[in-house]
């Protein structure tokens, strides 16, 4: 089963979504019962317990493929940047991200960009 970035974000939050996405994007994941969810399983040891737990409850006893959303952590990553460049430089934004600075002006020069929207 392919878990939708929007779904993974309702169940857990948009900081530790990304943080799945970023260790486990692209493959697949075990997300135990409830009852079986414990500190020491593999996705316990990426999102925390109570994320694991909160995953259990909706997809229990499922193997699950974390999706890559590479189009909203680039989209997040953009609004970011636009967001903190009148505070910070464009080199530090560019160290930052793994990006040249050419990159970073250009997403300021280009504005904010439309972040996807989580369906309620």
Known sequence: MNLPVNELI???G?????????ARGGTRVYIPTPARATE???LARVVGLAATRALAAEWAATWATIPLAR?????????DIVTRY????AAALAREYNITERS???LVAAGMPRTPQIEQ
């Open 40 to 42: 020491d399983c593999p």
């Open 71 to 79: 189009e909203y952590v680039l989209r997040r990553r953009a609004t």
């Open 14 to 22: 948009l900081k530790l979504a990304l943080e799945l996405v970023e």
């Open 86 to 89: 009148p505070d910070t430089t």
């Open 104 to 106: 970073v002006l250009r």
């Open 10 to 12: 309702k169940a857990i």
